[in-house]
T-cell receptor, first 111, second 114 residues
Framework: QKEVEQDPGPLSVPEGAIVSLNCTYSNSAFQYFMWYRQYSRKGPELLMYTYSSGNKEDGRFTAQVDKSSKYISLFIRDSQPSDSATYLCAMQIQGAQKLVFGQGTRLTINP | DGGITQSPKYLFRKEGQNVTLSCEQNLNHDAMYWYRQDPGQGLRLIYYSQIVNDFQKGDIAEGYSVSREKKESFPLTVTSAQKNPTAFYLC?????????????FGSGTRLTVV
């Protein structure tokens, strides 16, 4: 079983829809949670960063962490075609040097 | 502009050849990383380095080698011992230990065996 599980999709939704992307994890020591966005043939870029449980909002994006369920989510409101990309969740144990990534979900927003 | 530069963007390797992927950063970051990305498998860590002249194996180090002679540079060599090297390779760096703010990634090198 992988430490971090993410549905690879692909996920296709119409423009304007609310998108929910999710990851589950098995290691309760994870404390830092991130979402990266990766456009085709590019490197990932950091989208959202949260520490421990709770919600964090940035414009149309909301990151949610539920440590009791070992479950994190990224919500995209009013989705745009420019949001079409692969979304990767990543997690880190405090004091550890490296991140652990999910498999990535490929998202397409149709105009 | 500060960032990470990976070169070349595309690389072709013949069977039995060693090839070296370049990664340079001007962010003054201490730590650097190499990841391999395959479809449906996410990012897998090959090697990482926290300081100059020191590096550690990641989850899939076999068939790869690295060096860290300068803070700005972390080249990756894909040796002939790597049996399935065709993949997208990503270099990343982070600001400190422990990393609390994520990585900055380069644009990647796509390696294909011909």
């Amino acid at each position: 079983q992988k430490e971090v599980e993410q549905d690879p999709g692909p996920l296709s939704v119409p423009e304007g829809a609310i998108v929910s992307l999710n990851c589950t994890y098995s290691n309760s020591a994870f404390q830092y949670f991130m979402w990266y966005r990766q456009y085709s043939r590019k490197g990932p870029e950091l989208l959202m960063y949260t520490y421990s449980s709770g919600n964090k909002e940035d414009g149309r994006f909301t990151a949610q962490v539920d440590k009791s369920s070992k479950y994190i989510s990224l919500f995209i409101r009013d989705s745009q075609p420019s949001d079409s990309a692969t979304y990767l969740c990543a997690m880190q144990i405090q004091g550890a040097q490296k991140l652990v990534f999910g498999q990535g979900t490929r998202l397409t927003i149709n105009p | 502009d500060g960032g990470i530069t990976q070169s070349p963007k595309y690389l072709f390797r013949k069977e039995g050849q060693n090839v070296t992927l370049s990664c340079e950063q001007n962010l003054n970051h201490d730590a650097m990383y190499w990841y391999r990305q395959d479809p449906g498998q996410g990012l897998r860590l090959i090697y990482y380095s926290q300081i100059v002249n020191d590096f550690q194996k990641g989850d899939i180090a076999e068939g790869y080698s690295v060096s860290r002679e300068k803070k700005e540079s972390f080249p990756l060599t894909v040796t002939s011992a790597q049996k399935n090297p065709t993949a997208f390779y990503l270099c990343a760096s982070s600001i400190d230990r422990p990393i609390n703010y994520g990585y900055t990634f380069g644009s990647g090198t796509r390696l294909t065996v011909v």
